[in-house]
Protein backbone atom coordinates (compact mmCIF):
# COMPACT_ATOMS: atom_id res chain seq x y z
CA UNK A 1 0.00 0.00 0.00
CA UNK A 2 1.17 3.46 -1.13
CA UNK A 3 1.99 5.90 1.60
CA UNK A 4 2.42 8.88 -0.80
CA UNK A 5 1.13 12.52 0.06
CA UNK A 6 -0.48 14.38 -1.88
CA UNK A 7 1.88 16.52 -3.36
CA UNK A 8 5.43 14.30 -3.12
CA UNK A 9 5.74 13.59 -6.35
CA UNK A 10 3.83 16.29 -7.85
CA UNK A 11 7.50 17.44 -9.32
CA UNK A 12 7.72 14.52 -11.17
CA UNK A 13 4.41 14.99 -13.46
CA UNK A 14 5.18 18.69 -14.33
CA UNK A 15 8.60 17.03 -15.82
CA UNK A 16 9.18 17.93 -19.82
CA UNK A 17 10.47 14.21 -19.62
CA UNK A 18 7.09 12.36 -18.19
CA UNK A 19 4.99 14.59 -19.89
CA UNK A 20 6.27 13.46 -23.02
CA UNK A 21 6.47 9.98 -22.53
CA UNK A 22 2.66 10.10 -20.96
CA UNK A 23 2.15 11.28 -24.26
CA UNK A 24 3.88 8.29 -25.68
CA UNK A 25 2.14 5.61 -23.99
CA UNK A 26 -1.36 7.37 -24.87
CA UNK A 27 -0.51 7.03 -28.34
CA UNK A 28 0.92 3.69 -27.80
CA UNK A 29 -1.96 2.37 -26.27
CA UNK A 30 -4.35 4.30 -29.27
CA UNK A 31 -5.85 6.45 -26.14
CA UNK A 32 -7.82 3.42 -24.63
CA UNK A 33 -7.89 2.06 -21.26
CA UNK A 34 -6.36 -1.37 -21.69
CA UNK A 35 -8.17 -3.15 -18.49
CA UNK A 36 -11.34 -2.13 -20.56
CA UNK A 37 -10.16 -3.30 -23.48
CA UNK A 38 -9.12 -6.44 -22.91
CA UNK A 39 -12.00 -7.40 -21.47
CA UNK A 40 -14.02 -5.83 -24.48
CA UNK A 41 -15.27 -2.55 -24.05
CA UNK A 42 -14.04 0.92 -25.70
CA UNK A 43 -12.76 3.61 -23.41
CA UNK A 44 -10.86 6.76 -23.32
CA UNK A 45 -7.77 6.39 -20.97
CA UNK A 46 -7.93 9.39 -18.79
CA UNK A 47 -4.72 8.50 -16.76
CA UNK A 48 -1.15 7.13 -17.34
CA UNK A 49 -0.28 4.81 -14.57
CA UNK A 50 2.73 3.45 -12.85
CA UNK A 51 2.42 -0.41 -12.61
CA UNK A 52 5.58 -0.18 -9.94
CA UNK A 53 4.23 3.00 -8.38
CA UNK A 54 6.89 5.59 -7.91
CA UNK A 55 6.70 5.08 -4.38
CA UNK A 56 8.14 1.10 -4.65
CA UNK A 57 10.53 1.96 -7.67
CA UNK A 58 11.50 5.51 -8.39
CA UNK A 59 13.67 3.97 -11.04
CA UNK A 60 10.91 2.69 -13.45
CA UNK A 61 9.31 6.19 -13.37
CA UNK A 62 10.54 6.93 -16.81
CA UNK A 63 10.22 3.56 -18.17
CA UNK A 64 7.45 3.21 -20.88
CA UNK A 65 7.33 -1.02 -20.04
CA UNK A 66 5.96 0.42 -16.50
CA UNK A 67 3.02 2.60 -18.19
CA UNK A 68 -0.44 1.32 -18.98
CA UNK A 69 -3.19 4.05 -19.70
CA UNK A 70 -6.51 3.62 -17.70
CA UNK A 71 -9.41 5.65 -17.61
CA UNK A 72 -10.69 6.69 -14.19
CA UNK A 73 -12.67 3.94 -12.89
CA UNK A 74 -9.61 1.29 -13.85
CA UNK A 75 -7.41 4.07 -11.86
CA UNK A 76 -9.65 3.66 -9.14
CA UNK A 77 -10.00 0.46 -8.84
CA UNK A 78 -6.43 -0.11 -8.52
CA UNK A 79 -6.31 2.53 -5.81
CA UNK A 80 -8.83 1.15 -4.05
CA UNK A 81 -6.41 -0.26 -1.41
CA UNK A 82 -5.29 2.49 -0.26
CA UNK A 83 -8.86 3.57 1.41
CA UNK A 84 -10.25 0.09 2.05
CA UNK A 85 -7.03 -1.85 2.41
CA UNK A 86 -8.16 -4.42 -0.16
CA UNK A 87 -6.11 -5.89 -2.94
CA UNK A 88 -7.77 -5.13 -6.34
CA UNK A 89 -8.56 -8.07 -8.86
CA UNK A 90 -6.32 -7.38 -11.12
CA UNK A 91 -2.84 -8.98 -11.30
CA UNK A 92 0.56 -7.60 -11.33
CA UNK A 93 0.71 -7.83 -15.40
CA UNK A 94 -2.43 -6.54 -16.52
CA UNK A 95 -1.28 -6.69 -20.00
CA UNK A 96 -0.63 -9.94 -20.35
CA UNK A 97 -2.13 -11.51 -23.34
CA UNK A 98 -2.18 -7.92 -25.28
CA UNK A 99 0.14 -7.18 -27.78
CA UNK A 100 0.08 -4.34 -30.66
CA UNK A 101 0.09 -5.16 -34.41
CA UNK A 102 2.11 -3.71 -37.06
CA UNK A 103 -0.52 -0.88 -37.25
CA UNK A 104 -0.45 -0.05 -33.45
CA UNK A 105 -3.58 -1.18 -32.82
CA UNK A 106 -4.42 -3.60 -29.56
CA UNK A 107 -4.72 -6.93 -30.64
CA UNK A 108 -5.25 -10.10 -27.90
CA UNK A 109 -2.12 -11.98 -28.02
CA UNK A 110 -3.67 -15.29 -30.26
CA UNK A 111 -3.82 -12.73 -32.78
CA UNK A 112 -0.77 -11.71 -33.50
CA UNK A 113 0.37 -13.88 -36.75
CA UNK A 114 4.21 -14.50 -36.64
Known sequence: MSNRRPQ????FYRKPAWLKLRQMALS???GLCVRCYKQGRIKKA???HHIVYLTQDIQKG??????ECL???CHNE???ERWT???SKWKKNRRKGLMFNDDGDIVEEHEMIY
Open 8 to 11: EYDW
Open 28 to 30: RDN
Open 46 to 48: DVV
Open 62 to 67: LDLNNL
Open 71 to 73: CHA
Open 78 to 80: EHD
Open 85 to 87: GKK
